[in-house]
């Protein structure tokens, strides 16, 4: 008897999905080691027997867990399994022919796979023998528990047939899967429903109604739907597996028509209405099949994937932040109830072998792939003009996959979060319009181009006059009031693409079609707008309209234009009110040149010469934002647009005197779309993600739907570009990379907006400081969050959110009295003298928190002197950059040089360096979970104060570095302070520092 002490199970906070390999694992890793510590709790099991470590209860688990051992390579977990089978006695349970004595050999013969031992097996053969020559002689049905020396209910069809085909594979006998094959014939021939392709738990159900429903068990049916693959795997081609293969391939449709809008299934499949309750174990073993369906070929990924992953973040969503299962099925034979508090053994293994296979498939995501790459002509990434087109298609089949006839409307699956939803017809709209970026690009090149059984060109043409239609679900009323609202934005980009293709989306509509197209255009063109790149909507819309005779508003046109302009600080920069982010690129550059190559130049030169000259003045410097590899910086709202940020590079193709590194924007803009398109977090759903490389929610706005990635799209604009212009015939370079300094820091201010670009030879890498300061508004969109409060911004080490304990990267945060812990989001710019970047900051919730701070960026990372004058009391902590788990573990140092502790961390990608010199009272590697973009666990280092006003004010003088993995770091770099004098009395008025290379900083705040 198992017994030891009842377990106290509280309900605790769930975990975030898990959506990445690593991620998988984590959770998994979390649940295997809290059922491990909780192996021998009271689980209040009816039945004595049910509690022993060879019963079918811990059987299960065993099934899964056996799975994690293998994919956690580390024999701990095959050293605790080997253990309860020494325990075991390597015996099966005691009814000799009962199946659930039986599947606890699923044990003994896996470690007998490892481990190569003949007595792991001995007793589990004999048994298997014995039965095979002294078959039962009971009828095939249940009775009431009276004869179950024959697999007469479904559940036995988990236990024993899995230790049949395995020991007829380990031992070459097929009299094994002989006798199996003919024993599973006749429980299905009892017990499956060909109408519902589903099976009865035992005959006493076969007739019994519920609300007049037939009473299909879930996890009942989860035990058969999870013992094909295990049968499956061990079978050679032949009649058996083609008929275990046929059994499962009529199940799996079945199952997946069942699943419920929350992701789970109901324990009575059929009557989702009766039992809304969640529950796990019948959830994980449909959730295992079906995506061992996929991830051997059995099942269609398009059709399945969502089902799966739905299925996979609801039971995740009942884990709770220690590792308890949740919401599974007490030990029961029909559907009952379940509750978050309570878990069970065969619930976890049902889990474990889940996550194995949600594992290998979020290992296999399909991402684009570059056919016939060219490396002579791109070396470093191989891409031609026809890859950028392949890629156009790979995105579009994507969206594509939710359209069956021409009047869809293309609605995807919303994710979780603050995204809204995508089904109203302004949000459909949307959808048309940002998707028609890239169909444009490609239809000028191929009028006919067929997407999914789709001609483009007659889809996006009946769409344009369905939104004129007052009948159809996709109607947009003509604008009333002054509000244009979402709708002047989807009319600015289908401006856009009518001047792309107007041969193909325009012409070939009648004039009334076209005159009713045009005023709908106009009545929100011609009106009031934003105060921010908005402007260029109304602009390209009212132009497309006059340039195809239509009368417009040209002297609002004329003053939208101005107003623009007036957003130009100089330097390739705009502001888009009130902050820089790549507004000023994906929006204000590249509208710019692109109305006027389609229409300035014609109809308003000065205005397009002026446009133009800001965006020759972005040339030089832009590409430097990008690290070495092409990869962009994570910044500012609306991140989710990605790669929309080298979109200017082909548009510069528009500039009839630009003379640029042609191969060096070519090789950007490549890598840059590869950067997601090839990351297996990109897609989910067929659909780009809301986030970063993944569904990241504190990089959502709250105006974003599944369809707004797709501005993206613009990125694809490029392609009207003749084939022969040297952007796409010229090699790929580095441009102006291999010319950089190896020695400092490769720093260019921008004098007119105050921006500070760096570029860091050493990781290939780019980073920016900016300032903005925007006090917390709700109808703002996050521009007084981490998109725009960090210290910097770095192409190498996207930013990590602020936790609630505090956890902090790239930026301080201030725990008050009274307060939770605050983040800082008001900055503003000071100078920049000398190599020095002043800024000051101060906290909205208390102006008394204030900072001076100064920036000095070196050759391998940055020098922070800072001077916190703050007149209240607070704990203060300030964070480096994070690094997210990726394939290996995270090595964690801290090394004593010259008396000084220092903080050393790498994720097998980068290491990363903090040398708290003066100011700090500790520091410390801080674990994150779902804060990073990259991988749903991460680290960073922070080191912390508690400051107190009454001392004066604090100087905190900090090292922060990084380099690539693998590379050693020296004393010498870990030693970087030679000396820090102050100028005045204290360093409170100021200092010099000298560093061991014999650089020399003056810092002077004002």
Excluded at 335 to 344: I, L, M, N, V
Excluded at 739 to 758: P, V, W
């Amino acid at each position: 008897m198992l017994l030891v002490s009842a377990a106290v199970i509280k309900p605790a906070l769930a975990l975030p999905p898990a959506r990445t390999p690593e991620e998988v694992k984590a959770v998994m890793q979390k649940v295997a080691d809290w059922q491990i510590e909780h192996l021998r709790d009271d689980y209040n099991r009816y039945h004595d027997a049910d509690n022993r470590l060879v019963a079918w209860t811990y059987g299960a688990l065993y099934v899964g867990m056996l799975k994690w051992a293998e994919m956690a390579n580390d024999d701990t977990y095959y050293e605790f399994l080997k253990s309860i089978a020494e325990e075991n006695e390597w015996d099966l349970g005691r009814s000799r022919y009962h199946a659930d004595e039986q599947v606890v050999g699923q044990l003994y013969l896996e470690l007998y796979r490892k481990y190569g031992d003949p007595k792991m097996i001995e007793k589990v053969q004999r048994r298997t023998e014995w039965i095979r020559d002294n078959p039962s002689e009971q009828p095939m049905r249940l009775n009431r528990y009276k004869f179950t020396q024959r697999w007469t209910w479904c559940d036995a069809l988990f236990m024993a047939p899995p230790v049949w085909a395995k020991l007829s594979n380990i031992t070459g006998d097929p009299s094994f899967r002989d006798w199996m094959f003919e024993e599973y014939k006749a429980t299905t021939d009892h017990l499956y429903d060909p109408e519902e392709n589903l099976f009865f738990r035992d005959e006493h159900y076969i007739d019994r109604r519920d609300h007049d429903r037939k009473v299909f068990w879930s996890r009942g049916n989860g035990w058969v739907f999870g013992s094909l693959p295990l049968i499956i795997d061990e079978l050679p081609d032949g009649e058996q597996r083609s008929y275990y293969t046929n059994l499962f391939m009529e199940m799996a449709p079945a199952i997946a028509d069942l699943q419920t809008e929350q992701g789970h299934w109901a324990m009575s499949l059929l009557a989702a209405d009766i039992y809304p309750t969640p529950e796990t174990s019948g959830t994980a073993f449909f959730t295992y099949g079906l995506a061992w369906g996929i991830n051997n070929g059995l099942l269609d990924r398009q059709t399945y994937e969502p089902v799966v992953m739905k299925a996979w973040d609801s039971l995740v969503s009942h884990v709770s932040n220690d590792g308890m299962l949740g919401y599974v099925q007490p030990v029961g034979a029909a559907p009952g109830k379940a509750w978050a508090d309570k878990t069970e053994v065969y619930g976890v293994g049902a889990f474990l072998a889940a996550g194995s296979e949600v594992y290998i498939l979020m290992n296999n995501k399909p991402v684009f792939e570059i056919k016939n790459p060219d490396f002579e002509l791109s070396p470093y990434t191989g891409m031609t003009r026809q890859n950028w087109k392949d890629a156009g298609v790979y995105l579009l089949e994507g969206a594509f996959g939710y359209v069956e006839s021409i009047e869809d409307s293309m609605l995807f699956p919303k994710l979780p979060g603050k995204s809204r939803q995508s089904a109203d017809a302004v949000a459909r709209l949307e959808t048309l319009c940002r998707t028609l970026f890239i169909a444009a690009a490609l239809m000028r090149d191929d009028p006919d181009l067929t997407i999914n059984g789709i001609k483009l060109a007659d889809y996006y043409r009946y769409h344009l006059n369905a939104i004129c239609d007052p009948e159809s679900p996709t109607y947009i009323k003509n604008k009333t009031g002054d509000w244009p609202g979402q709708t002047l934005v989807e009319f600015g980009a289908l401006s856009m693409s009518l001047f792309v293709a107007p041969e193909v989306l325009w012409d070939p509509l009648t004039k009334q079609q076209r005159d009713a197209l045009a005023e709908k255009i106009n009545s929100y063109a011609d009106g009031p707008t934003v105060d921010s790149n908005w402007k260029f909507f109304n602009i390209i819309a009212l132009s497309f309209l006059k340039s195809r005779g239509y009368e417009v508003n040209e002297k609002l046109l004329e003053e939208y234009l101005q107003k623009s302009l007036r957003h130009y600080r100089g330097e390739g920069w705009y502001n888009d009110n009130p902050c820089y982010d790549y507004y000023s690129v994906w929006g204000f550059q590249m509208y710019g040149i692109f109305w006027s190559h389609y229409f300035g130049n014609e109809f308003y030169p000065e205005y397009a010469k002026q446009l133009t000259n800001n965006f020759k003045e972005m040339l030089p410097d832009f590409p430097l934002m990008f690290a070495r590899n092409g990869e962009m910086i994570m910044w500012g709202r609306s991140i989710s647009y990605r790669f929309a940020a080298s979109c200017v590079f082909p548009l510069a193709t528009y500039v009839e005197d630009a003379d640029p590194d042609w191969g060096w924007l070519r090789h950007i803009a490549s890598a840059n779309m590869l950067q997601f398109l090839q990351h297996p977090d990109f897609m989910e759903d067929g659909v780009p993600t809301l986030g970063f490389y993944r569904h990241f929610e504190p990089a959502v706005q709250e105006y974003l739907t599944r369809g707004s990635v797709y501005w993206m799209g613009k990125f694809w604009l490029g392609l009207a570009t003749p084939p022969d212009h040297p952007f796409w015939t010229s090699v790929e370079t580095e441009g102006k990379w291999p010319e950089l300094s190896k020695h400092n820091a490769n720093a260019k201010f921008f004098k007119d907006s105050d921006i500070l670009l760096t570029d860091f030879t050493n990781i290939g890498g780019s980073e920016i400081r900016a300032w903005c300061h925007v006090k917390k508004n709700p109808h703002d969109h996050g521009r007084d969050s981490e998109n725009y409060n960090r210290l910097a911004y770095s192409s190498n080490f996207p930013w990590q959110a602020d936790g609630s304990n505090g956890e902090v990267s790239m930026a301080y945060r201030f725990k008050l009295a009274g307060h939770d812990w605050l983040s800082s989001n008001l900055y503003r710019f000071k100078k920049y003298e000398n190599g020095v970047y002043y800024r000051d900051l101060t906290l909205e919730e208390d102006e008394g928190v204030q900072f001076s701070l100064a920036d000095i960026p070196l050759r391998n990372g940055m020098l922070r002197v800072d001077l916190n004058r703050s007149k209240v009391p607070m704990n203060v902590r300030l964070g480096h950059y994070a690094l997210p788990l990726l394939d290996e573990p995270m090595v964690q140092e801290v090394r004593n040089i010259a008396g000084r502790e220092i903080y050393l961390m790498s994720n097998g990608k980068y290491q990363l360096a903090l040398i708290p010199v003066l100011g700090w009272e500790k520091a410390d590697f801080i674990d994150s979970e779902g804060l990073h973009p990259e991988s749903m666990f991460s680290t960073v280092i922070n080191t912390s104060d508690n400051f107190d006003p009454k001392s004066g004010a604090a100087c905190y003088i900090t090292f922060m570095l990084s380099k690539p993995a693998g590379e050693p770091w020296s004393d010498d770099e870990l030693n970087p302070l030679a000396n820090v004098k102050s100028i005045g009395d204290t360093l409170k008025d100021g200092c010099q520092i000298t560093l061991t290379d014999g650089s020399e900083y003056s810092v002077q705040w004002e």
